[in-house]
């Protein structure tokens, strides 16, 4: 198997441990003091999720990122080495280290003081050209949080993905969600959209990002309606696969939309080049019910990873997507992301013994797979013919 470069974003991340005891409306209050049982520090972001978790599941793989000149960057760089991960992590003179700090009281969705740092001033110069010449493909994340990429309607972007189809590499690509009263969270992502999908072969935002990206507007509109619920939740099955298909229009060969706790939804195109098995897809996998959920933190990336692996081992949809699921799991029973994610033979082997699932689609136009876990689309071509 060739290598795959994971390039973006890399975060310190830290996580106090809180007790039970300890509620939301005790931390950051003035002139308190709120004791944990313990800081956890790892990374995540692109790298450090997706990138790692690929590593652990015995996939070659080079990663490429930046850290600032700072304690923080050095941290990084030192973690980065005791992983033993081959990777370039650029040090930038003069600008902070991307870092997190995730407030995660016991029974509540975390909260996130976000610094985004040197890791997201990637340009198309950072990625060499040497590197790609190794490698079969290449994964990015996350263009949405950085402004050199999408300044100038994304002409830095774009001339990313150029030079990497000049290499000949496939491309995958996942997003993040910018915040609304930042220039990112205004601006009409279309235009960047419609130049940077014919590049993309598999384009992996969640179903939230996707939204914001494709309809702005409704999503503005869903985000003031729906304010501290998780949207995922009220989203139906046929406005996903309208959002897939609009990617898939657009240009892109496969959409695969993370919907939380509904699972993923896979969509391909008529003509993929991966084999027949790959063609005209329309694929729903719920995900394993987790026996206890330390942090959602890295879900979605590790997915990612779990489904890459497969995709480049030749497994088809249902396998990689069901990997995706499980490798998700093995991310929200721990702290971490990648602690509890093994080789691809070992995840195999454990998944044989993991077998609840979350509920499926509502509607009765999707048929379940006993065998592969997944639901079928009424326009899957398989389930058509």
Not at 55 to 81: C, N, Q, W, Y
């Amino acid at each position: 198997m060739k290598r795959t470069v994971v390039a973006g974003s890399l975060v310190l991340d830290i996580l106090p441990v809180f007790p039970h005891s300890v509620t939301s409306d005790m931390l950051l209050a003035e002139g308190k003091v709120t004791e944990c049982q313990g800081m956890r520090i790892y990374m995540g972001g692109e790298v450090g999720n997706t990138g790692l978790a690929l590593h652990r599941l015995g996939e070659p793989v080079f990663l490429i990122s930046k850290t600032g000149d700072d304690g923080a960057g050095f941290l990084i760089r030192e973690m980065m080495k005791k992983e033993g991960v081959p990777s370039l992590i650029m040090e930038t003179e003069g600008i902070s280290s991307t870092a997190s700090i995730a407030l995660a009281v016991p029974g509540r969705d975390k909260s996130t003081i976000h610094s985004r740092g040197a890791s997201q001033t990637f340009v198309a110069d950072d990625i060499q050209g040497d590197l790609l010449k190794e490698a079969d493909w290449f994964h990015f994340g996350y263009p949405t949080s950085m402004k050199t990429l999408y300044d100038r309607n994304g002409e830095e972007f774009i001339r990313m993905l150029k030079k990497v189809k000049q290499y000949g590499l496939g491309i995958s690509v996942d997003m993040s969600l910018p915040d609304l009263n930042t220039e990112a969270g205004k601006m009409d992502w279309l235009p960047i959209l419609e130049q940077a999908l014919p590049y993309i072969d598999i384009f992996m935002p969640s179903i939230e990002e996707a939204v914001f990206l494709f309809m702005h507007r409704t999503y503005q509109e869903m985000a003031a309606q729906y304010r501290g619920r998780d949207m995922t939740e009220v989203l139906g099955e046929e406005f996903i696969l309208t959002i897939a298909d609009r990617a898939l229009e657009m240009g892109t060969k496969a959409v695969l939309l993370k919907c939380g706790k509904r699972g993923m939804v896979l969509k391909t195109g008529e003509h993929c080049p991966w084999g027949e098995a790959w063609n005209g897809r329309e694929l729903w996998c719920t995900p394993y019910k987790p026996e206890k959920i330390r942090s959602a933190t890295g879900a979605g990336d590790t997915a990612i990873a779990g489904f890459l692996n497969s995709f480049k081992r030749g497994c088809t949809p249902e396998k990689a997507l069901d990997m995706a699921a499980f490798t998700a799991l093995r991310c929200l029973e721990s702290y971490d992301t990648v602690s509890r994610i093994g080789t691809y033979q070992e995840m195999e082997a454990i998944k044989k013994k993991v077998g609840e699932r979350l509920n499926g689609p509502d509607s009765s136009e999707w048929t379940y797979c006993m065998e592969s876990g997944c639901y079928v689309g009424k326009n899957d071509r398989r389930k058509v013919r």
